[in-house]
């Protein structure tokens, strides 16, 4: 284990040149970070993500390459010599234009893989900039040189060995001299063709690093103070929780916790390297430190949301005693990639949760996944809901724990409830128009 640390700074983080400034002194007062992962400027991600999905006419497209242009052009114009990084990033915005303009390529998950790296890549550009200015000998790195994946373009799959084996070759001969400043959420195929990891997988590109290059410690950079018992936005009564284990902290990321990639603590748990998550902005008042083992794992640690969740039930009377038919169900839904969270089982029905973000490549996979699954039963789709979940320790051995719970939702219609199935969470699916209001109650309950 080297005393190696990986700084991660995500959007907000990074959206102009003071915020850059900002983490820039951070990676600077610790010498152990070595290597940085960034997220592209806030707002470009939503713009190129438009850029991707939707049918645009060539006028529409101009204004919103302009858009990105004037996000990164506003950072450019602060730092002291410009120069160098002018011809560098135009080469970029060029690139960027080109392919926002390319309707055939955009057509394919492979074409707009290629368009949404691009905020990433203009982001590390100008943040190795920042550091330069500031004295640190910074070196900007293509990740994709490093991070492969499967050609899953959208979501692509990690090769572990395969990043290990390129992360000690090229950039750990390096650590000694320079910072590495790299791009998160971008990696490439056996062919070089890049892919993404997903949005918000910036996180997991960090702990990928630091698995790949047996890093002591993994700092996620982001805009607020450490995790929080649940969202502040929904309750001002939220607090920031000193510690988590892995367990509880992989629980969150996966049920709606934004401020961790859900499959961030994967890579973590591997080689049991530290998490840290704290706030750019402020530094000083520390943050949340998430380790394999805590010293107090009380009953509720936390409570989460996951916003566009669809429930999806297949019917079909020759399910009655009939051994088979959920196999063929799953098998459909594994063919497509989708994970699925809640489900619950009746005589001759099944119902399951999935997640339908607006906008995404995964909206129409779902869409055919539902035309597979009317092939061989009935299937009817329901939408607009949200999933909340408490999370926290040894929920199903101690009296009292669940009853609680549903104390505070006594007033609450509850569509599905999932429970038992793992002693770190109880989830309930209920109507987005009444998500707020559960999330409050139940913080009220369990942590006021």
């Known amino acids: 284990m080297n005393m190696l640390n990986i700084a991660k700074f995500g959007g907000t983080s990074v959206a102009n040149f003071a915020a850059m ?41 101009d204004m919103l390459v302009k858009q990105i242009e004037k996000i990164e052009l506003a950072i450019l114009e602060q ?6 990084t002018r011809i560098e990033l135009q080469c970029l915005l060029s690139e960027l234009s080109e392919l926002a303009h390319n309707k055939v390529d955009l057509l394919s998950a492979e074409g707009k893989d290629g368009l949404l790296s691009m905020g990433e890549r203009m982001s590390s550009l100008l943040f190795t900039a920042v550091l330069k200015q500031l004295g640190s000998p910074a070196v900007n790195f293509d990740a994709r040189r490093v991070i492969k994946t499967d050609s ?12 290990e084996q390129q992360a000690q070759l090229l950039m750990t ?13 971008i990696g490439s195929d056996a062919n070089n063709k890049t892919t993404t990891l997903g949005r918000g997988g910036s996180d997991y590109t960090a702990a990928l690093l630091a698995e790949a290059l047996d890093a002591q410690t993994c700092e996620i950079w982001t805009d607020v103070i450490g995790v929080y018992t649940t969202d502040p936005r929904i309750t001002d009564k939220a607090r920031p929780l000193p510690e988590l284990s892995f367990d509880e902290a992989a629980e969150m990321a996966t049920f709606g916790a934004k401020v961790l990639h859900p499959a961030t603590m994967v890579p973590a748990l591997r080689k049991n390297i530290r998490v840290f998550v704290g706030s750019s902005r402020e530094p ?17 640690r936390a409570v989460t949301r996951r916003k566009d969740q669809v429930m999806v039930t297949v019917k079909t009377p020759s399910m009655l005693y009939a051994p088979g038919f959920l196999s ?17 089982t009746s005589e001759i029905s099944v119902s399951l949760t999935i997640d339908n973000p607006p906008n995404s490549v995964r909206n129409k996979i779902n869409q055919k996944t539902i035309e597979d699954l009317r092939q061989i039963c009935e299937v009817t789709v329901e939408e607009g809901y949200d999933l909340v979940t408490v999370v926290g320790n040894n929920m199903h051995s ?15 219609n509850l569509r599905m409830i999932c429970y038992g199935a793992n002693p770190h969470n109880m989830s309930f699916l209920v109507n987005e128009n009444n998500s707020s209001q559960v999330v409050t109650d139940l913080h009220q309950e369990l942590f006021e």
């Not at 730092?79 to 160098?84: G, K, R």
């Not at 000083?284 to 509720?300: F, H, L, R, S, V």
Request: glycine share 8%; aromatic share 6%.
């Open 21 to 61: 400034q900002n983490c820039a002194r951070i990676v600077m007062a610790n010498d152990a970070t070595r290597v940085v992962v960034v997220s592209a400027s806030a707002g470009v991600t939503n713009y190129l993500v438009e850029l991707a999905n939707d049918d645009l006419t060539e006028s529409q497209i």
């Open 79 to 84: 730092l002291s010599d410009p120069a160098e």
């Open 152 to 163: 899953q373009f959208g979501q692509g799959t990690p090769d572990i060995s395969a990043i």
């Open 173 to 185: 001969p390096a650590l000694a001299e320079q910072v590495l400043v790299t791009q998160g959420f």
């Open 284 to 300: 000083e008042k520390g943050g949340t430190w998430i380790a394999k083992d805590c010293g107090d794992e009380p009953y509720y």
């Open 328 to 344: 063929q169900v799953f098998g459909i839904i594994a063919k497509h990639n989708i994970s699925v969270d809640l489900v619950t």
């Open 398 to 412: 101690q009296a009292g724990v669940s009853s609680r719970i549903f104390n505070a939702l006594q007033n609450h």
